[in-house]
């Protein structure tokens, strides 16, 4: 029987586009887009605001907000009474090099992750690649420390029933930085847990190509980044040159396309690292991005 992972039941009326299938697309503002200097809380309310229909939240300022004396049940409620569903709880970094007692404090901040991912009615958690180490590592000692150090990741945070995101970054001193090397790790996995994260800035920079997103079920995708990039040797790019979508020379029109084709059905979301959006007036920019991502997603 086909496994199901995403609950796709929503409100079609306040949804932003046609999707696969008629279903119609989700859109989500990831919390890194707005910046550090902005709450939780207001994340929440400007993505409500703007039209979005879920969220992404940072660890970051989750902590942030509990260290201040917040509660993770007043967040959800708040993301209820606004309409809007928790997609993921970004990030678990350098989450896939470590060994030993440096690989069981990953797990531990994962279960962290995992455990204020239920309370919050999320669904999944991200974990991200850990940068190669002086000297570098061959291809297959990667996958192999990788593949454990996830493997260990999924059975930490297993009572807790959240999905693991795997988002492979394209920068050239990552160890997993294509979407081939990301699903050859998931492959030997073989978990029904683990799930990939495309970032259109990331598979642009990495060099990963169309052709990799074939033979994927649109099912093992968790979520989907839409962004931009200025132009440049794409190996050069870093957070700071994303663009919100349709600013920059990322072809995301055939992106989306064969990502579509997969048969995914989840959310796409927002999310930028950009100190000049950072200082802009956070409701207006939440707005443009959501027009932008429209125009690709009607």
Known sequence: MKRV??????DIAAAGGQGVGGAMTRFGLNGATTGDAVSLEADLRLAAGAGYQGVELRDTKIERYLAA????????GLAR???LEVYSINALEDATLRT????AQVVARGRLLARWARALDCSAIVAVPSILPPGGLTAAE???RTVAALRALLVGTAEFGVR???????FPTCSVNTLRAARDVLEELGEARAGLVIDAFHFYAGGSRLEDLDGLDGERLVIVHLDDAEPGPPSSLGDAQRLLPGLGVIPLAPLIERIRQTGYRGPYSLELFRPEYWARDPAALAREGLECMRRYLA
């Not at 992972?5 to 929503?10: I, K, N």
């Not at 004396?69 to 959800?76: K, N, P, Q």
């Not at 693991?164 to 394209?170: M, P, S, T």
């Open 5 to 10: 992972y995403f609950d796709v039941g929503f």
């Open 69 to 76: 004396g917040g509660a993770l049940e007043a967040v959800r």
């Open 81 to 83: 009474d606004l309409g």
């Open 100 to 103: 030993g007692a440096a690989l």
């Open 142 to 144: 990667v996958r192999a």
């Open 164 to 170: 693991v995101g795997f988002e492979f970054l394209g």
